[in-house]
């Protein structure tokens, strides 16, 4: 079993922390199941927020699915001006078979913009 990364982002509609959840959670949830992974699989997550995200870290939308044993940690994107606003990223730290040709990077919505280069 090799260690893998694999990125991810979305872009919100509006800085809630209920919409962050919905989001967070459709996010995590498809980079799990895109790549073949559970819960158990995870070592890992960071989460980053463009500034002007204030509502709730996204980390709380990972607890709220279960993933209750990783540990997860949350910081703040660099303000460059120009940047898509309202995003969060992560960059999850996973147990795979996969090599790493084949893991598949999320980017969801707009944020798919982001990476034209990995986005699945």
């Known amino acids: 079993m090799a260690v893998r990364a694999v ?10 922390a209920g919409h962050m959840h919905e989001q967070v959670e459709e ?3 498809a980079v799990l199941e895109r790549n073949g992974l559970t819960a158990d699989d995870l070592i890992s997550i ?9 509502s709730d870290f996204p980390a709380a939308a990972a607890r709220r699915i279960g993933i209750v044993d990783v ?8 303000d460059v001006p120009g940047a898509m606003p309202r995003v969060v990223r992560l960059l999850a730290h996973v147990e795979s078979d996969l090599p790493k040709s084949r893991i598949a990077h ?6 798919a913009a982001l990476r034209k280069d990995i986005a699945q």
Do not use: K, M, N, S
């Open 46 to 54: 960071w989460f980053t927020a463009t500034p002007d995200l204030h």
């Open 7 to 16: 990125r991810g982002a979305v872009q919100l509609e509006r800085d809630e």
């Open 27 to 29: 996010l995590l949830t």
């Open 106 to 111: 999320v980017y969801l919505g707009a944020a």
């Open 71 to 78: 540990p997860l940690i949350c910081a703040q994107e660099l």
